[in-house]
């Protein structure tokens, strides 16, 4: 261990080591004013990303420098883990640099910062580059951004099924030269259609009398390019495999989904779920244009609005109960808060069971009867507190007595049990319906749910207020 990595895991007894500290450690190495064969020399012993945290506290030169220093392949690599517009980087390198850095990327990489740049400049490039690029690029591209097919990448190895063990080695070495996505071997027929395939592992131990034949897995997981992410998002989810192989409708290998671009599809996903959830139409980062983010709200927000101006028109239907008993209005918020949090909860669970594609009629029923009987135990339990304190409250701090304020504890407690029941129903019916008619659930947000439930409160609370309190026991003060 050198005496400055030494210095960097100094620890005291009991405590967890200090981790070295990589950005500080290149930064010295980058503006050390060492030879060029010394600073690459020292470079090489970093990770790509390590190199690529520090490259935007690099000035223009100095990054200049490393184009030239590191290389191609180097440069290609950092580029792919650089979270910044990488067009800005590429504009210091001139577009034949470029394009040869374009080159050396998976053509996925390459694909995701062409599509960041504008499209005379994107094409341009693309025309710098030789022939198999453009091809692969050009395949990628052909694909709908929410079709397996945009996200997949060339870097993968396929050996004809029938040959000999020496023969797939001989293969392997000879085509990893180009691509070192090599953990799977792919196998394919005659006709160049998928059969199946091989773990590295497996073939490296085989003896030359293994049979290649048995080491063939016939039944590896495979998705088409055309599938949508949304069709196959649990497959890729479920399967714990390095990559998967994407096929055209001949069942002929285009390319693989790797384990990375697997993560970041479901990243993704739960991304756009969350922001469904949200009550917003896509995702937002956090440099978008105030007009963009707009777009994507507004439409939920008028939705809203009307369900909002529907919950106040019921209110103003039940002004007699208010002008004649106004304490209920106190409580108001209590009744619409908790009915909307059970059924965000309800939604929530849902949401999450509905993603089983398997899921039976009969399962789904059931589901929705746990999540009635969950609402009616909570319900009940929280009505009985909501009965004793309230009561409690009305009758000493307001004033009212017992009788009066235990009376219109029960119509809360009783109001609250039946809010939730129904609110719970609904947080399970609404995106169940959503399901059925085959439009995501999550598009069921939060703040739907939240304003379908006051709706549900509010009848339900003033309803009984009505009936029980003005009608049966005559409280109207």
Known sequence: MSEFEDRNMEYTEGDIPEKRDYEKELICIIKSGDPPSV???????????????????????????????????????????????????????????????????????????????????????????????????????????????????????????????????????????????????????????????IDLKDLIIARKFTSLEDLISTSYPYVYAKETIDECFEELRDYS??????????KKILGVITAQDIVEVVDEEMGEDYARLAGLTAEEDLNEPLLESMKKRIPWLLVLLMLGLAVSSVVGVFEQVVSQLTLVMCFQSLILDMAGNAGTQSLAVTIRVLMDENLTGAQKLRLMFKEMRVGAVNGLLLGLISLVFIGV????????????????????????????????????????????????????????ITTVNDLVAVVTYYGLSWILLINMLRLAE
């Open 393 to 448: 409250y009305i009758a000493l701090v307001k004033g009212k007595g017992f009788w009066f304020g235990f009376a219109v504890s029960a119509c809360i407690g009783f109001s609250l049990m039946v809010a939730m029941i129904i609110s719970s129903i609904t947080g399970t019916v609404i995106p169940m319906f959503f399901h059925k008619i085959k439009i995501d659930p999550a598009v069921a947000s939060g703040p739907l």
């Open 39 to 197: 600073i690459r020399r020292k470079l090489e012993h970093y990770h790509e990303n390590d190199i690529a945290s520090v490259w935007e506290e690099l000035s223009r030169e100095e990054r200049i420098k490393l184009y030239k220093l590191l290389g191609n392949e180097t440069v290609s690599e950092i580029f792919t883990y650089l979270e910044d517009d990488v067009s800005i980087y590429l504009e210091e390198l001139g577009l034949e640099n470029a394009a040869d850095i374009l080159e050396s990327m998976d053509a996925d990489d390459a694909v995701d910062i062409l599509d960041e740049m504008e499209d005379e400049k994107s094409d341009r490039l693309i025309q710098l580059m030789d022939e198999e690029s453009r091809h692969d690029i050009g395949l990628i591209q052909s694909y709908e951004d929410n079709e397996i097919g945009s996200r997949m990448t060339m870097n993968f190895i396929v050996i004809h099924r029938g040959l000999m063990i020496q023969e797939a080695m001989k293969e392997l070495v000879t085509q990893a030269a180009d691509n070192d996505n090599i953990s799977t071997i792919y196998v394919v027929n005659e006709d160049d259609s998928f059969y199946g395939a």
């Open 241 to 250: 495999e390095d990559s998967i192989p994407v096929l055209d409708n001949d």
